[in-house]
């Protein structure tokens, strides 16, 4: 079955700590993206990459940082410099870039800073 | 990517036919119209887009207005798994200089289904 999976579901971190979040696609997507959800807000862009060994900043990137050295894998660290990192994260792939494209998004993570 | 206005919420009975309109007045020629829903604690699940034809799947049918200032999804017989957020959003063809490529989600219209 071709989609995106993101792990853990759900993760709990201690103030001061860095935390590491899996997503993984197997649809031969260029594009790769993150977003974070809080309670009852739309999806804002974290980073996003268009290809390997390449990414960009988007709206909210303060306090975390990504990598894309397989075209399949995007984690996402959210350091101890986010000030508020409680929320949904969401992964999301897709061909490219273009508005006719289509985003294909996992099911997400919750993190739960304590 | 222009901005959409949707209803905050909206009822409809199962097994009934659901319209839910969406308005972008400043939509450029070359923004597609995309819909995604989400239900709880679950990620964004893509129901379906257009440029300037109405356009049906297996899920839903959306109707464009001929100027394009305003778009309509239809869920064609209301089930109670059709309870979600719906987002409409409009996205740039291909505006590679600028674009970020992604989808600028607003706060959506949620639709409750009553069996």
Redesign the interface.
Known sequence: DGGITQSPKYLFRKEGQNVTLSCEQNLNHDAMYWYRQDPGQGLRLIYYSQIVNDFQKGDIAEGYSVSREKKESFPLTVTSAQKNPTAFYLCASSNGLAGEYTQYFGPGTRLTVL | DAKTTQPNSMESNEEEPVHLPCNHSTISG???I?W?RQLP??????VI?G?TSNVNNRMASLAIAEDRKSSTLILHRATLRDAAVY?CIL??????GG??????????TKLSVKP
Do not use: C, V
């Open positions: 070359t923004d597609y995309h995604y604690s679950q990620g964004p699940e893509y887009h440029l987002y996205r740039d063809w291909g505006n590679y674009s970020q490529g992604n989808l600028i989600f607003g706060k959506g």
